[in-house]
């Protein structure tokens, strides 16, 4: 699969490692849809996952590239499960897989691309609804950053918050 | 901000001829804090608008600070109706992770316990599916049988609901000697109970007219959604990790796996039965299993991973210095990432662990098979009424431990 995908689209894969049985390969942000397309007719129907991992210090090149966003796939017909990474920086976007203007392959990309907005701020282009899916919607900061405090920073997250109560919650520590 | 919106579609909206009503967080059908907003014309819903997160919290962002062996606790509150599939999932990643083999008697035991949290968990989803619709005997029939089953796992675990009874590298503790008769006494009861639960429902004319053609799903419109589990094989698809991608042995037992046609409420009550019958299967074959391969350990010998057992911390130097190497630095994780997956009572679970090779886990991802399932009920239950919406979503199994984590 690997080989075919760097024979369609040369340059696409700028990294790959396999690791306990699992494969996985960095693709650039520019050719990520084009490779989706190829690899589901190749069989990687089934989208498993979407999730992101936070590298607040991580340099490549001379670039600061904070997220990695991982998706899992699996090929339903020979039970290979395919890894694919997208890394990029604080603020930039991926194109979404719910796309309107695409064909509707990965509908369940929906809800977790929410969740990966929700819980690290990474937007996705094109995406139809992106609004938070867990937290409420002005929940201050995105939890699962690495520079986001375990307990919240203050007692109730209702720093900013517009919601009428919130002037009666105290915003820090006593 | 649109903050107040979603709380003024509380009292009442009117848009049009479309009435919004709120069904939940509290609602009884909904089964936990689940909200959904319909948009109603007359008695039809034209949308559902499901807003999750109301048990979020934040599991995912503890792991990062907790130890591998502490995380065990906090999956237990995933699938509160099958955690101890649950712990076995989690500790089979971190065991892939470490490159690590479990005693031959760890697997079996994991492989028992996890089937008959199986069967507690599909007693759960019928018979709360049938309160919904308005059966309520089949419920009573058959939460005797998950009594059992929660009997059983006081018996091996202390706990009857959080069993936390996993370790990575094995099991805390062997099966106790009276696990074993109840055990049997289970198995010869509960095929009786599920007899009675189809001779309950099965050919039941009301139970046809409010289950039949809800919900359906063609195989190609339910992997584009991301549908596993049961879900997945109402629709016709037999996919299903225990044989596909076997892990604890299960190409060692010999079950089938069934598959409905149409994906509708009908096909997946139907499936979920049939596997609870396959699951006893699976247990006769692992209890005999147990016998024949007799005492051994349950856990790993190493104690570079497993804590040594407590006489030896007493008496030896070199155990009570492993003891507190585990305790005070964790485990010696290798640096890498790691996807593994377990067939769960509702679907594929999976934890993707990334390891810096510190104490605790860099980020540590549950990839809950709910929430793909969940994310669907919009689309499936417009044009339809709102009592076909509450048979749906008790079909769907949604468990909101494990959608909000």
């Known amino acids: 699969m690997i080989e075919r995908i760097e024979e369609q689209f040369p340059g696409a894969i700028t990294d790959r490692h396999a690791f306990r049985g699992d494969v996985t390969i960095v693709v650039a942000r520019e050719s990520f849809l084009e490779v989706v397309d190829l690899i589901f007719k190749d069989g990687y129907q089934l989208l498993v996952d979407i999730t992101a991992v936070d590298w607040p ?35 930039e976007s991926v194109p979404s897989l719910v796309d309107p203007a695409l064909p509707p392959r990965f509908k369940t990309a929906n809800w977790f691309e929410r969740e990966v907005f929700d819980l690290f701020g990474i937007p996705f282009e094109n995406h139809p609804n992106m609004v938070r899916l867990l937290t409420w919607q002005d929940f201050p900061g995105h939890a699962l950053r690495k520079d986001f405090p375990l307990d919240g920073g203050d007692p109730f997250c209702m720093a900013d918050s517009t919601a009428p109560y919130a002037q009666f919650i105290p915003t820090t520590n006593p | 901000m649109a903050t107040m919106e979603s709380i003024a579609l ?43 997160g109301y048990l979020h919290r934040g599991v995912e962002k503890l792991g990062e600070n907790l130890s591998y062996n502490q995380f065990v606790t906090l999956t237990d509150r995933l699938n509160y109706c099958s955690s101890i599939m649950n712990n076995v999932g989690y500790t ?26 199986r069967l507690a968990d599909h007693v759960v989803c019928i018979g709360i599916n049938a309160v919904d619709i308005g059966a309520f005997t089949a419920f009573l029939y058959l939460f005797k049988q998950r009594e059992t089953v929660y009997d059983l796992f006081e018996m091996a675990a202390g706990q009857r609901l959080h069993t936390s009874f996993t370790r990575v590298g094995g099991l805390f503790r062997d099966l106790p000697d009276d696990f074993f008769p109840l055990a049997e006494r289970f198995l010869e009861e509960c095929p009786l109970a599920i007899d009675e639960l189809e ?63 149409t994906g509708d409420v009908f096909d997946r009550y139907l499936v979920r039965v049939e596997e609870m019958r396959q699951s006893l299967r699976i247990i006769r074959q692992a209890l005999d299993k147990l016998r024949e391969l007799g005492p051994g350990p349950i856990i790993v010998d190493d104690y570079k991973v497993a804590l040594p057992p407590k006489e030896k911390v007493y008496s030896r130097m070199e155990s009570l210095i492993h003891h507190f190497k585990l305790i005070m630095h964790g485990i010696e994780m290798p640096v890498g990432e790691v996807y593994s997956s377990t067939e769960a009572a509702n679907g594929e679970l999976g934890f ?7 104490k605790s886990p860099y980020r540590i991802r549950v990839r809950p098979p709910c929430l793909p399932i969940f994310s669907s009920f919009d689309q499936k239950v417009r044009g ?6 509450v048979a749906e979503l008790g079909a769907m199994n949604i468990i909101a431990g494990e959608l909000d984590r």
């Open chain 2, 352 to 358: 993707y662990i990334v390891s810096d090779g510190g």
């Open chain 2, 384 to 389: 339809l009424l709102i009592a076909d919406a």
């Open chain 2, 92 to 117: 089979g990643a971190v065991e892939k992770l470490l490159d690590l083999e479990i005693p031959e008697r760890a697997k079996i035991i994991r492989v028992l316990v996890s089937e008959l949290a």
């Open chain 2, 10 to 52: 509380a009292t009442q909206a009117l848009d049009g001829d479309k009435m919004i009503v709120n069904m939940g967080p509290t609602h009884p059908a909904t089964h936990g804090t689940l909200r959904i907003v319909l948009e109603l014309e007359g008695e039809f819903i034209t949308r559902a608008t499901p807003e999750i």
């Open chain 1, 57 to 91: 210090e991580r340099q490549i090149g001379d670039r600061l590239v904070r997220f990695d966003v991982v998706y899992h796939w699996l090929n339903m017909t020979s039970q290979e499960r395919l890894r694919i990474k997208v890394r990029v920086g604080a603020g």
């Open chain 2, 199 to 261: 001779g309950l429902l099965t050919r039941n004319p009301i139970w046809h007219d409010r289950t039949k053609g809800i919900g359906a799903l063609s195989p190609e419109e339910a992997i584009s959604w991301g549908y596993t589990g049961p879900c997945l094989r109402a629709c016709g698809v037999p996919q299903d990790l225990r044989k596909s991608q076997p892990y604890l042995g299960y190409d060692q037992y010999d079950f089938d796996i069934p598959v409905g046609t």
